[in-house]
């Protein structure tokens, strides 16, 4: 028998096989954070290259709510016809979003992009001509995900704008967002937003639960690589690997950084008259310092530009936080505002020594986001070198991170005496928790009380709370210099024992 034709035809396949590798070099499997690296730190050593916002006429003259109305068509979903876990849909350019966004997608036969096509949108009634789009991309996209029932893919991600990005887990609604990089926020020299220039997304297997994202980051002093890898459910996690390239030298590097609103809450009244109690995204920034101490600092809408930072090492988490989560905490049936998440940053690793620094912003309305939580590192790396930090994400509902002990349920303020005024102020704490749920009504707690030397304490009065099972603290004092500001602290201690976080507040000036 002869076998010599079964012999060159298998030597034809394994040489078309070779072939074929030689030009999709990129393929699945070799894809990795280290391409997207590589190319972040060629980026970092050419010039900066604008990226072009001129638009077609047409979506010029749009205007907002127009544009708004543009949207995705649900059927023409990137992976629907494969019936796959996740799917994506696209946002297109117009607006303020004129910057072209590049997607990618990784499959096992490549890496292709994945073009713009007007047929894919809907113009919601406008007067266009979608051909003069042709040539256009997009300006972000979202990630839809079986999150609430089996029966329907519901949106949980987006990405749109710089480097902005929001998610959510199971009942939550969207609220604050996350960023990969802040560059000198709350400076007078102005703020620079990098942006995501290019995204490589992975194609999902059937039966996949997480989805993984490389991004490619581009600014005029920075530029970045960065790998998301998402993992839906009650709560959804994003593990976050990050490498930034330094162009050029900036006053403040912001990791992690946190984007939230906050008009008025418990311890702030609203300026005008507003039926509802609350209103806002996140009401307060919680940190786990390296050393284990656990710190709350309520979230205020200042008259004037407020930065307070947090100094530490190698920290255990922080994040901006929605701890009310009843609807009568806000009145609100249309913004649900009780479902917003909360978003927690898992450091990966060894962060070394560095600060929380919050950017407390003033806002006249809900419109604006107006609070920025990040991480900026002592040693900021100069022009031509880089840094890695590595992080999870959580998009977090009721069962947020919370101290282990007990922690700050509400921050009210009001005035010192009530029936016959002075200048003084008086602040309610209420503590809650499992440290406080096994104690007895007498039980002896402390409420332990610091100023700042701008501040005179009058009175303090820490009681059993028989509705929550927990405890309140309550204080009295007077500001000395009222354009002045005022740090104060304060914490539960049952006679050596530490029963709760630090609650850490600073008194605006006015």
């Given at each position: 028998m002869n076998f010599e034709p079964r012999i060159r035809l298998g030597r034809c396949i394994a040489?078309?096989?070779l072939a074929l590798a030689g030009l999709l070099p990129a393929g699945a499997q070799a894809f990795s954070f280290n391409d997207v690296a590589q190319r972040a730190k060629q980026l970092a050593a050419q010039p900066y290259q604008r990226p072009d916002t001129r638009l077609?006429?047409?979506?010029?003259?749009?205007?907002?709510?127009?544009?708004?109305?543009i949207h995705f068509k649900p059927e023409k979903a990137f992976w629907a016809k494969d019936k796959l876990p996740f799917e994506l849909q696209f946002f297109h350019e117009g607006e303020y979003y004129n910057q072209p966004v590049?997607?990618?997608?990784?499959?096992?036969?490549?890496?292709?992009?994945?073009?713009?096509n007007p047929n894919d949108f809907d113009f919601g009634g406008a007067q266009i001509d979608p051909?003069?789009?042709?040539?256009?991309?997009?300006?972000?996209?979202?990630?839809?995900?079986?999150?609430?029932?089996?029966?329907?893919k519901d949106e949980m991600l987006v990405f749109r704008g710089a480097s902005y990005f929001r998610g959510v887990g199971k009942g939550e609604r969207y609220g604050l967002s996350a960023r990969g990089l802040a560059l000198d926020t709350g400076l007078m020299s102005g703020e620079e937003f990098p942006r995501f220039s290019e995204f490589w997304i992975e194609r999902p297997k059937p039966g996949d639960k997480e989805l993984t994202i490389y991004a490619l980051l581009d600014s005029r002093r920075v530029t970045g690589a960065y790998r998301f890898v998402v993992k839906p459910g009650d709560e959804t996690a994003m593990e976050v690997k990050s490498r930034v390239f330094m162009r050029e030298n900036v006053s403040k590097l912001g990791l992690a950084p946190l984007t939230s609103m906050y008009l008025f809450g418990e311890n702030q009244h609203p300026a005008t008259d507003d039926y509802r109690n609350e209103v806002h995204d996140s009401d307060g920034l919680s940190m786990h310092s390296g050393t284990g101490e656990w710190i709350w600092r309520p979230m205020i809408n200042p008259k004037r530009l407020q930065v307070t930072s947090f100094g530490?090492?190698?920290?255990?988490?922080?994040?901006?936080?929605?701890?009310d989560r009843y609807f009568h905490d806000?009145?609100?049936i249309d913004l649900r505002y009780e479902l917003r998440p909360s978003l927690w940053v898992e450091p990966q690793g060894q962060w070394g020594a560095g600060r929380v620094e919050l950017v407390n912003i003033p806002s006249p309305d809900e419109t604006n986001d107006n609070v920025v939580a990040y991480w900026v590192p002592d040693n900021t790396p100069q022009g031509g070198q880089s840094?890695?930090?590595?992080?999870?994400l959580h998009w977090q509902g009721e069962k947020d991170t919370k101290p282990p002990l007990s922690w700050v349920m509400q921050t009210r303020?009001?005035?010192?005496?009530t029936r016959n005024p002075d200048n003084s102020i008086s602040y309610v704490i209420d503590f809650v928790g499992p440290a406080l749920d096994k104690l007895k009504a007498d039980a002896k707690v402390e409420g332990i009380v610091s100023l700042g030397p701008n501040g005179e304490l009058l009175e303090r009065n820490t009681v059993h709370n028989e509705v929550t099972n927990g405890w309140r603290l309550t204080l009295r004092f007077r500001r000395i210099d009222d354009d002045k500001p005022l740090e104060l602290r304060a914490y539960l201690r049952s006679e050596d024992s530490t029963l709760s976080e630090t609650w850490s507040y600073i008194l605006a000036p006015g």
């Open positions: 040489a078309l096989a077609p006429q047409q979506l010029q003259d749009l205007g907002y709510d127009k544009y708004n109305a590049k997607i990618n997608e990784i499959a096992p036969y490549g890496v292709r992009e994945i073009h713009y051909e003069q789009f042709k040539g256009l991309g997009f300006s972000g996209f979202r990630v839809h995900y079986a999150l609430n029932t089996p029966k329907q530490m090492t190698n920290p255990q988490g922080f994040g901006l936080m929605q701890r806000y009145e609100d840094i890695d930090l590595d992080y999870i303020r009001g005035r010192g005496f």
